[in-house]
C-alpha cells in the first residue's frame, strides 16, 4: 500500500447574516465536473445535484451524467430527509428532502482520484433547499465512508482536520490525512469518542462532563450527555431544559421565539447586556477537562428577517439532541480522527 499525502481542499464560507457553512469542490465523472459540496460531520454519504433534477435544482450547479464515460446508474431511488437547525438556518424535517438515485462514478478532491464511488445523484428537491449556494453534501462520520475510504484505501491517513474561521477571517481549510499545524497555535487535546450502538454509520460522538456560563454553573440536572460534533449545523441544540438552563444564566430577555418553535430570541436593542460565554466540559485522554468555549460574539444571530428588532439566539431547542455545530468549531482547529476514535480540539488563534 503506497502513502498519501495529506490533501488541503481550499473552503469558502457561506455568510447570510451568520456564518452558516462552509463548501469545497470535489470533482466528478470523467471528464472531470467540479461540484461544490458542504462536508458535513454529520452525515455519512454523498448526493450531488444533477441535471436530472432540472428546474428545482435551478440555483445549484448541476452534474450531467450524459457527459461522463465512468458514470453508473445504479437505479434505486430513496428519499433523504435532512435536518441540521431551525431559525436563521432554517433546516427542518420533512421540508428537507431529495429524492435521490444510486449512482457511481469517479470522484476526486485536490487532484486525488476514486473510481466507483457511489453516491446520490440529486433528481428532485423540496423548495426549501433552492437558496442554498452548494450542490452537494458529502458526508464524513465517524467511519470512513465512499470517497474517504476510498482515498484511505489508496494509503491516506485516516483522519481529517477542520479550520474553519468567519467570513471576516476567511482562509477556511479541511486536510483530508493530515493536520495543516500552520493553522493553530499550541497543543491539540484530544478526547475519546463514544462508541454507538451503529457501527456503519457512527456520528462523532463525545460525552459531555457539564456545562457552565462565565464560570457559574447552571440549574441544569446533573446527568450525562452524549454530544454530537457537527460541522453541518450552524448553531448549538439542545433539549429545552438545557437549553433554558443556560438562558437563565445569560439573560432573563432571551425568551422562546414563539413563531418558530424551538427557536429563541430577545429584542436586538438588548444585545450590547450580552456578555457570557458558555463553557462545554469534556475529559481529556491526558485526564484533564477540556473547557469548550462558545463565546459572547457568537450569542446573538443576528435579526429574523421579516422580524427586524428580534434577534436570535444561538442554541435551539429539540428533544434528545444535544449538538454542537459551527458556533463552537469555528473557534477551534479540529482533529477528527477516525482511526484513532478521538477527536482533538487546539485554540485556532483567532
Ligand atoms: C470551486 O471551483 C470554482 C471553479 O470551478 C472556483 O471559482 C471556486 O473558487 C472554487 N471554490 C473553492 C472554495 O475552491
Ligand atoms: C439569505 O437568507 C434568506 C432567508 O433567511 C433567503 O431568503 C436569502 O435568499 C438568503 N440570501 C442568500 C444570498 O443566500
Ligand atoms: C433496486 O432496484 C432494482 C431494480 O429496480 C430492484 O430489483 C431492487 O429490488 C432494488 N433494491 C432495493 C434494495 O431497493
Ligand atoms: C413544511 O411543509 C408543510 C406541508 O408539507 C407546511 O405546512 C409547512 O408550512 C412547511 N414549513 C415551512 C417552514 O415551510
Ligand atoms: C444504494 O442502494 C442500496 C440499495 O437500495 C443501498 O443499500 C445503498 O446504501 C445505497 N446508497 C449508496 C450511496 O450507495
Ligand atoms: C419534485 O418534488 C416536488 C415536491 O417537492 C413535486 O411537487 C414535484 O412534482 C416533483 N417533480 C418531479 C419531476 O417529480
Ligand atoms: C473562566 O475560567 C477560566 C479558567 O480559570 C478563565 O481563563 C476564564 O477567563 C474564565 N471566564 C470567565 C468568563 O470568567
Redesign the pocket.
Known amino acids: 500500500k503506497r502513502s498519501l499525502s495529506a490533501i488541503d481542499v481550499p473552503l469558502t464560507d457561506y455568510f447570510n447574516r451568520t456564518d452558516l457553512q462552509w463548501i469545497g469542490n470535489i470533482t466528478v465523472g470523467t471528464p472531470p465536473q467540479t461540484i461544490n459540496v458542504v462536508f458535513d460531520t454529520g452525515s455519512f454519504?454523498?448526493e450531488i445535484s444533477s441535471t436530472k433534477c432540472g428546474a428545482a435544482c435551478a440555483n445549484q450547479i448541476q452534474f450531467d451524467p450524459s457527459k461522463s464515460s465512468t458514470f453508473i446508474d445504479?437505479i434505486?431511488e430513496?428519499t433523504l430527509n435532512f435536518g441540521t437547525g431551525i431559525g436563521i438556518d432554517p433546516v427542518q424535517g420533512s421540508n428537507w428532502s431529495l429524492q435521490v438515485r444510486?449512482?457511481?462514478d469517479t470522484v476526486a478532491v485536490g487532484g486525488v482520484s476514486v473510481p466507483d464511488v457511489?453516491?446520490?445523484l440529486i433528481v428532485n428537491q423540496t423548495k426549501e433547499w433552492a437558496a442554498d449556494p452548494n450542490s452537494g453534501i458529502q458526508g464524513l462520520g465517524a467511519k470512513a465512508?465512499?470517497l474517504f475510504a476510498g482515498l484511505e484505501a489508496q494509503g491516506l491517513p485516516s483522519l481529517f482536520s477542520f479550520y474553519l474561521t468567519p467570513e471576516s477571517v476567511g482562509d477556511a481549510e479541511l486536510t483530508l490525512g493530515g493536520i495543516d499545524h500552520s493553522k493553530f497555535k499550541g497543543d491539540l487535546t484530544y478526547v475519546s469518542t463514544v462508541p454507538t450502538p451503529y457501527p456503519e454509520y457512527p456520528f462523532w460522538q463525545l460525552k459531555n462532563l457539564g456545562f457552565s456560563v462565565n464560570n457559574k454553573s447552571t440549574s441544569a440536572p446533573s446527568k450525562e450527555r452524549i454530544f454530537v460534533f457537527d460541522s453541518g449545523t450552524s448553531n448549538v441544540v439542545l433539549p429545552k431544559e438545557d437549553a433554558e438552563a443556560i438562558y437563565a444564566q445569560i439573560s432573563p430577555h432571551i425568551k422562546p421565539y414563539t413563531p418558530i418553535s424551538g427557536t429563541y430570541a430577545l429584542p436586538c436593542s438588548l444585545l450590547p447586556s450580552l456578555t457570557s460565554e458558555i463553557q462545554f466540559f469534556f475529559r481529556a485522554q491526558n485526564g484533564r477537562t477540556l473547557p469548550l468555549v462558545v463565546p459572547t460574539s457568537e450569542l446573538s444571530l443576528g435579526p429574523f428577517p421579516g422580524d427586524e428588532g428580534m434577534c436570535q439566539t444561538v442554541i435551539n431547542a429539540m428533544e434528545e439532541n444535544w449538538i454542537l455545530g459551527a458556533s463552537l468549531l469555528k473557534h477551534y482547529y479540529s482533529v477528527w480522527d477516525v482511526g484513532g476514535e478521538r477527536m482533538g480540539f487546539a485554540e485556532n488563534g483567532l
Open positions: 454519504d454523498l445504479r434505486n430513496t444510486n449512482s457511481s457511489e453516491f446520490y465512508r465512499g
